[in-house]
């Protein structure tokens, strides 16, 4: 099994998770499993810990992707590195899946799945040359904003990383803290709202892929504003966003 490719024209793509159609979501092996391919980026997620360290996962609990269930911040960062993540399942391996990858269980060789902390994800996609595609999850206190990028500067890649976040509280103290950053408002759908929000506090769209038009991308690129999209798996649908003229297309599995 491996990535599906696709005429990408001029957009480029990310990697969903790490290659997550191919190695456990959100995990170092999906890491290095992307970064050794031709990605431009590799999206992942973070969260914070009850003791105030950044840690690497989609959802709120473990509940889905490992044998033990924590609720993450609830949770010590030692508790959280204590989790062992499910290996994935050959029968998830397909274009069509989107989310949800189902996960099987752990091979005794498969030591290396653990809950990764935010250095461990940097520091591979500094090794390889991908940018860090991170999206910060639920609403994130300004104080852990100011500690999660004075940790990426720390790792001498700031300029390496985009922020993307459902929350426009967390983009507007990004925005403050960092003015020439390169940030992304998450959303489902566009509307009025949104262009204003993403003119006014100069942010990017990282949008649902089955709202994308042509006409919001030559908007949006009229602007000066780039479009990215998220979670496309469908190679005639990817081909179809490319020859639009999007940016960026994030994939689980499409290369």
């Not at 979501?25 to 810990?49: K, L, W």
């Not at 993307?164 to 998450?186: A, H, M």
Request: proline share 3%; aromatic share 8%.
């Amino acid at each position: 099994m491996d990535t599906i490719k696709i005429n990408r024209r001029n957009a480029e793509m990310i990697a969903h998770r790490g290659l997550s159609s191919l190695e456990t979501e959100n995990s170092i092996p999906a890491f290095i499993a992307a970064a050794n391919r031709s990605y431009y980026g590799v999206e992942t997620d973070v969260h914070v810990t009850k003791d105030g360290r950044f840690v690497i996962i989609h959802d709120d609990t473990t509940e889905r992707v490992a044998f033990d269930s924590i609720q993450i911040e609830e949770s010590s960062y030692d508790l959280v590195r204590k989790i062992i993540l499910k290996d994935m399942c050959p029968a998830a391996q397909s274009e069509q899946n989107t989310e949800n990858i189902p996960v099987c269980g752990q091979t005794p060789d498969r030591q290396d799945l653990i809950v990764p902390n935010l250095a461990e994800y940097i520091n591979i996609c500094k090794k390889y040359g991908k940018k860090c595609i991170l999206e910060l999850k639920n609403q994130f206190d300004p104080d852990n904003i100011r500690r999660l990028t004075d940790e990426i500067l720390s790792l001498n890649y700031l300029t390496g990383t985009v922020f993307i976040s459902f929350s426009l509280e967390n983009l507007k103290v990004l925005r403050q803290l960092l003015p020439k950053q390169e940030l992304y408002y998450l959303t489902g759908e566009y509307n009025e709202t949104v262009h204003s929000d993403l003119t006014q506090y100069w942010l990017h769209l990282d949008i649902y892929y089955r709202t994308l038009t042509k006409e919001i991308i030559d908007q949006l690129h009229s602007e000066g504003i780039l479009v990215n999209c998220w979670t496309c798996d469908n190679k005639e649908d990817a081909e179809r966003l490319t020859e639009w003229g999007v940016d960026f297309i994030t994939s689980n599995i499409l290369e």
